[in-house]
């Protein structure tokens, strides 16, 4: 059941107009947080936005005995590791289900304690996100994994983790961050090839090389790691949430407004920006952030094929399939990274968009999902006005951009399990209230 603090009664047909601000990025803030594992020591992270992730890792952390202080006005965390501790299994187990964090802290957590445990994994149902890319790494730093443990799996390394030769067969983000997190402290040199290059890990990296960590990057995708005997807290500004930042110029888009995102930052986003620009958007890029805007008339179809970075992220795409459906013509969405990203689309169309999803590959890029029986490429036809109605939370993003519909319907819309959005979007109610939203 739905509470009523998880239920959002919106009426739609309004532009949203105004200035928020985004703050960092989610999908690297929890992971320096479990960096600073890594040291004994003080470390203090700045830009925080203030996300329920933020608080299921400070809480993760807490259970190993790390001092964790959240100060969210001023989006300041600060982590002391001097003291860690293996974690009771059951009370990990109770916060997993709200985050796929817990593998992260096996290589900080075999280093500074020999063993990990890991349960069960939760996070948005949006595709298979499986966790053999990480089991297999530290199985080649010389970790023991047991996967038959009753409760989840537990992770030994009695002889300590040792460099290795490691290749990612598709460069998976959170199997990059686990073996950038394990080698650092590994003995000898690791060589990780077929990485991911995602701005969100850059910063990891700068991170860890701020504690003491010796990483160097090369174009073709490849990380060489040099093991180092001990690392130090650090002092770190996170970068801005890209996703976020997009997530609200197609809300600008889709509802005809006109949206300044401060703090949103050009070079991270310039593959949206280019097809923010082809589909008709307008915007401004300024030291303090990026104003984006309809500027009326008609919006223009693209064709988008999702892709690891710097390719179009796969987190950019539903908000933005919202303002497709006012476009004028046939738009066309290849998803290459998650085979259910495009389960939100179903109240999209009982809402009036025109939507039709399809298995094969609509476009050219190398896909993982050929021949398989996944509707992961979608065609919208617009331009259809959109009437309010009753919508589930499927899953974060899918959320964010059922909340964008409803602001572009016309009429009252009813959208329920709105605390999924709370993982990603710090104060969404507050922010929309400031464009000028209209609630019931």
Same mark, same amino acid.
């Given at each position: 059941?739905?509470?009523?603090?998880?239920? #959002?009664?919106?009426?739609?047909?309004?532009?949203?107009?105004?200035?928020?601000?985004?703050?960092?990025?989610?999908?690297?803030?929890?992971?320096?947080?479990?960096?600073? !594992?890594?040291?004994?020591?003080?470390?203090? $992270?700045?830009?925080?936005?203030?996300? +329920?992730?933020?608080?299921?890792?400070?809480?993760?952390?807490?259970?190993?005995? &790390?001092?964790?202080?959240?100060?969210?006005?001023?989006?300041?965390?600060?982590? %002391?590791?001097?003291?860690?501790?293996?974690? %009771?299994?059951?009370?990990?187990?109770?916060?997993?289900?709200?985050?796929?964090?817990?593998?992260?802290?096996?290589?900080? #957590?075999?280093?500074?304690?020999?063993?990990?445990?890991?349960?069960?994994?939760?996070?948005?149902?949006?595709?298979?996100?499986? *966790?053999?890319?990480?089991?297999?790494?530290?199985?080649?730093?010389?970790?023991? &994994?047991?996967?038959?443990?009753?409760?989840?799996?537990?992770?030994?390394?009695?002889?300590?983790?040792?460099?290795?030769?490691?290749?990612?067969?598709?460069?998976?983000?959170?199997?990059?961050?686990?073996?950038?997190?394990?080698?650092?402290?590994?003995?000898?040199?690791?060589?990780?090839?077929?990485?991911?290059?995602?701005?969100?890990?850059? %910063? !990891?990296?700068?991170?860890?090389?701020?504690?003491?960590?010796?990483?160097?990057?090369?174009?073709?995708?490849?990380?060489?790691?040099?093991?180092?005997?001990?690392?130090?807290?650090? @002092?770190?500004?996170? !970068?801005?949430?890209? *996703?976020?930042?997009?997530?609200?110029?197609? /809300?600008?888009?889709?509802?005809?407004? %006109?949206?300044?995102?401060?703090?949103?930052?050009?070079?991270?986003?310039?593959?949206?920006?280019?097809?923010?620009?082809?589909?008709?958007?307008?915007?401004?890029?300024?030291?303090?952030?990026?104003?984006?805007?309809?500027?009326?008339?008609?919006?223009?179809?693209?064709?988008?094929? @999702?892709?690891?970075?710097?390719?179009?992220?796969?987190?950019?795409?539903?908000?933005?399939?919202?303002?497709?459906?006012?476009?004028?013509?046939?738009?066309?969405?290849?998803? @290459? &990274?998650?085979?259910?990203?495009?389960?939100?689309?179903?109240?999209?169309?009982?809402?009036?968009?025109?939507?039709?999803?399809? +298995?094969?590959?609509?476009?050219?890029?190398?896909?993982?999902?050929?021949? +398989?029986?996944?509707?992961?490429?979608?065609?919208?036809?617009?331009?259809?006005?959109?009437?309010? +109605?009753?919508?589930?939370?499927?899953? #974060?993003?899918?959320?964010?951009?059922? !909340?964008?519909?409803? $602001?572009?319907?016309?009429?009252?819309?009813? &959208?329920?399990?709105?605390?999924?959005?709370?993982?990603?979007? /710090?104060?969404?109610?507050?922010?929309?209230?400031?464009?000028?939203?209209?609630?019931?």
């Amino acid at each position: 059941m739905n509470s009523e603090n998880d239920v #959002l009664r919106v009426v739609g047909g309004k532009p949203l107009n105004g200035q928020i601000k985004v703050r960092g990025a989610k999908n690297f803030v929890s992971k320096a947080m479990v960096a600073a !594992l890594l040291a004994p020591g003080t470390s203090v $992270l700045k830009n925080v936005p203030e996300i +329920r992730d933020v608080h299921v890792v400070s809480d993760l952390l807490r259970l190993h005995g &790390v001092d964790v202080d959240v100060n969210g006005e001023k989006g300041i965390v600060t982590i %002391d590791a001097t003291h860690v501790q293996l974690a %009771d299994v059951a009370d990990v187990d109770t916060l997993s289900g709200s985050s796929r964090i817990p593998i992260l802290f096996s290589g900080p #957590l075999l280093h500074r304690l020999g063993e990990a445990f890991i349960p069960a994994l939760g996070g948005c149902n949006i595709g298979g996100r499986p *966790i053999d890319f990480h089991l297999e790494t530290l199985r080649k730093l010389g970790a023991n &994994v047991d996967k038959e443990h009753k409760d989840g799996i537990h992770i030994t390394a009695p002889d300590g983790l040792h460099g290795a030769k490691i290749h990612l067969p598709y460069p998976s983000v959170g199997a990059t961050e686990q073996t950038l997190l394990a080698a650092v402290l590994a003995e000898g040199k690791t060589e990780l090839s077929g990485a991911a290059i995602e701005p969100e890990i850059m %910063d !990891l990296v700068s991170v860890l090389q701020k504690m003491g960590a010796i990483i160097s990057v090369d174009v073709d995708r490849t990380f060489r790691i040099e093991g180092v005997k001990q690392l130090k807290g650090y @002092t770190h500004t996170s !970068l801005t949430d890209r *996703i976020e930042a997009a997530s609200w110029a197609s /809300a600008a888009l889709a509802t005809h407004g %006109d949206i300044f995102v401060k703090g949103a930052t050009q070079p991270e986003m310039m593959t949206f920006l280019n097809v923010f620009r082809k589909i008709g958007g307008e915007f401004d890029v300024t030291d303090k952030g990026i104003r984006f805007w309809h500027p009326g008339g008609d919006l223009k179809p693209v064709a988008i094929e @999702t892709d690891v970075h710097p390719g179009f992220m796969t987190d950019w795409q539903q908000p933005l399939v919202v303002a497709l459906t006012q476009a004028k013509g046939l738009s066309i969405v290849h998803e @290459t &990274v998650y085979e259910n990203r495009f389960g939100f689309t179903k109240p999209l169309v009982q809402m009036g968009a025109t939507i039709q999803l399809y +298995r094969e590959c609509l476009g050219s890029l190398p896909c993982r999902f050929q021949q +398989r029986n996944y509707k992961h490429s979608a065609v919208i036809f617009g331009p259809t006005p959109l009437t309010g +109605r009753d919508i589930d939370v499927p899953d #974060l993003r899918g959320g964010f951009s059922h !909340l964008i519909a409803a $602001l572009a319907a016309k009429g009252p819309s009813t &959208v329920r399990g709105i605390s999924l959005i709370d993982r990603g979007y /710090a104060d969404f109610r507050g922010k929309l209230a400031a464009l000028g939203a209209a609630f019931e």
